[in-house]
DNA sequence: GGCATGTTTTAAAACGTTTGCAATTTAGCC
DNA sequence: GGCTAAATTGCAAACGTTTTAAAACATGCC
């Protein structure tokens, strides 16, 4: 078995000072004598002495983590930036010494009930919730129990505040839209997906009203949506667009996957990119840079927002805030070769 | 502040029996009447209660998590399958109802101290450690404390017993080289790194020992070794092995990023792949199969290794086994089109 | 030396659970 | 009805920490 662990009790009988003491000494209370704090912090140290979490938890009601439900997708399939997140939400939490809690759903248990038990059986302080649906019970489980979130994404309808940080989907879109209009292009096509999440809308609202703005009525857009984890489908949706009379010069993904397909597509149906139909992602996978021409997309910096997130946790349930932190992070656009001038002539 | 959560005290209460009583039923103890025990599920059922981590933990010793550190590199560097692995932990977990800690270690904190607050806080019951290290003080000081863990990897020299899984990668080095000797290639390079991380020496191995049991003295390797994560030195050294002479015509990588950035400065000088060049990875990151035109490598289905790992560790922590437990895995090859036929004639 | 005042230390309760042991209730039997 | 044995339930301690309230000790002053 495990090397015991030194104690409080240990320390204290070991330097003849009670409990209490010892563990103001450690916290640095003013009201115990500078020579005894100086005392005890040297004998804590070379006893290696750390404090058990659940009995701090137990009494003080905080554990000092933060939670998070792990994403399982398919059985080979898992969320690209999973990595990148949790590393920074990582990084935002080590300044205050919380740590990270993932909990992984068990076959056929619903994501919702993982996180009932994550904050109900106390083991975290507050949790992180990710890719947001149009209709989200984890939202209003959480505001119903007052428990402490903060949501990686945003949801429609403003009906309750709560607190978010999100990638500004909807100017990336309208950038995407500006720059190839601006390259010629009239003709668009928008790949999306049928999955009920908010940031499709988001992002498909960014590009129609950037389309509105231009008032440009010549301006078409074709929209095709396929299943997200559907391979077949989404290639099926995306020679749709594809294979018409009129087929759009430009192509705008709702995000790199689908983005990358389409370039596949293309190249099979003998189009090159960019010369025959620009292509335009979101979210700058390491695969984007790889894959030829070399896909123009957008970053958002996952790590440095999980690292914002995890801050604004802290703060969150440190100062329970009345008033909502919220935040919009603008992506940048990540210029590479799947995007040019519209083909002249015979299109 | 949260809604307060239901305690057995509670529970007890309103059922008028005793706080054992309850306790005792809900953990199904057979000296508890099948009557009552059904009454407490029901009532506990309806109230929703979730027992208390913390208090759970301090009682009985185990805190039901299993810990890991987060491996934090540059700034804008994550490892690239940290993802999958966390998922395939994460599922290797929750069979036993166990959780994943993950841990990250403040600027400028050593992994090994954030790996002693872990252990020693008793926040976990467990550890897994990634990336061994040629002298790994982690797996050192775990051994000391004698503290449950399962490594990801394995020591060079085996001077201590502990558990371990990993990936064969001298097999998979084996493979790569009779291969591509099989295809006419008798001048190879291999592309390494500096850091002492044992898997390198394990591939290289490998690739040393097919190139033995061959037994054809024509035979030639070029290594060229360059510290992981400095870009420019990596490029350099990959450089000085294919603008020689007599330039190796298939080249083999420690690992993905390393063959891809072969590919890249094959591609800038001239060369074909896999005409005038073949290159082998291992690991499959998501943009080997981008890459043009697609690179030929080995997957170590981390997810799947990742799931066992977890199995192993609980399986460690409930029974603490004497024989240590160890599992090499075979990687898979996955054929795409960067290796083919040495060129003949004039190289 | 006694008293007030300020400084330093400690006893004890509490957090929510599990568990060894004892107490109570019930059932079985003569 | 009383006794024994079995079944069922409950008391109280324990886990390691924080914290409230109070005790002990030192100091300064008359």
Chains 1, 2 share one sequence.
Not at 41 to 55: F, M, S, W
Not at 262 to 288: H, K, T, W, Y
């Amino acid at each position: 078995m495990p090397a015991r662990v030194t104690t409080l009790k240990e320390l204290a009988a070991q330097l003849g000072l009670s409990i209490t003491t010892v563990s103001r000494a450690l916290a640095g209370h003013e009201q115990i004598a500078l020579k005894t704090r100086q005392r005890v912090t040297e004998a804590a140290r070379q006893a290696g002495y750390v404090p058990n979490t659940a009995a701090r938890t137990l009494v003080s009601g905080r554990s000092g983590f933060v939670g998070m439900v792990l994403p399982i997708r398919g059985p080979n399939l898992v969320d690209s930036f999973l990595g990148e997140f949790v590393t920074g939400l990582g990084e935002g939490l080590v300044s205050h010494g919380s740590d990270l809690i993932l909990a992984a759903a068990a076959q056929g248990q619903s994501e919702l009930s993982v996180l009932r038990h994550v904050v109900e059986s106390g083991r975290a302080d507050g949790v992180v919730v990710t890719r947001i649906a149009e209709v989200d019970e984890r939202l209003s489980y959480l505001r119903q129990r007052n428990f402490p979130f903060v949501a990686h994404g945003r949801l429609l309808d403003g009906d309750f505040a709560y607190h978010w940080l999100d990638t500004d989907g909807a100017y990336a879109f309208g950038e995407a839209f500006d720059m190839l209009y601006d390259l010629g292009h009239r003709h668009f096509g928008l790949v999306t997906i049928s999955e009920p999440m908010t940031f499709r809308h988001l992002r498909q609202d960014g590009l129609a009203a950037a389309i509105a703005r231009r008032g440009d009525p010549s301006v078409r857009l074709d929209v095709a949506t396929a299943p997200r984890f559907d391979r077949g489908a989404r290639i099926q949706a995306i020679n749709r667009l594809l294979h018409v009379a009129e087929r759009p010069t430009a192509i705008v993904a709702l995000f790199d996957e689908l983005a990358l397909t389409v370039m596949e597509e293309a190249a099979r149906a003998g189009l090159a990119v960019p010369r025959d139909l620009s292509v335009i992602g979101f979210d700058n996978i390491a695969a984007s840079a790889y894959a030829p021409p070399g896909l123009t997309t957008f970053d958002a910096s996952i790590r440095q927002c999980a690292r914002e997130i995890g801050e604004m946790l802290l703060t969150v349930i440190g100062d329970r805030p009345a008033a909502p932190l919220t935040r919009l992070v603008r992506p940048t656009l990540v210029s590479r070769a799947s995007h040019g001038p519209a083909p002249t002539g015979q299109n």
